[in-house]
């Protein structure tokens, strides 16, 4: 594994204790707004709520004065930030998955 996959698992694992309640109450608002709306526009909900969570690296990192810890790390400081771009990166390739597959679902049974 390469440095830039190691940052992008060590983002997981710093963001680990914040991802599940926050997440999960944005996934609520979204699916709250789409009440009386199209399924089609799901995705684009999901899409415009996910920078919050692809932040959160990048925040928790200021908060926590985590560039000490990256300062070192043996890893150089081009891989700590190509990793918290990977890290953002899939973030929006996971909910962009969620979304449609929220939309399908709703569509299909809604």
């Known amino acids: 594994m390469n440095a830039v996959a190691r940052m992008a698992m060590l983002d997981l694992r710093t963001v680990a204790p914040y991802r599940n309640r926050q997440s999960l109450v944005l996934l609520a608002i979204v699916v709250a707004l789409m009440a009386n709306k199209p399924a089609a526009l799901i995705p684009a ?9 692809a932040a959160y690296p990048f925040l928790i990192a200021d908060k926590s004065d985590l560039e000490t810890l990256y300062a070192v790390l043996p890893v150089p400081r081009r891989s700590v930030l190509y990793g918290h771009y990977v890290w953002a990166l899939a973030s929006f390739v996971a909910t962009l998955a969620l979304g449609l597959t929220l939309a399908f679902t709703l569509a299909r049974f809604g």
């Open 45 to 53: 909900l999901v899409l415009l709520v996910t920078p919050t969570i």
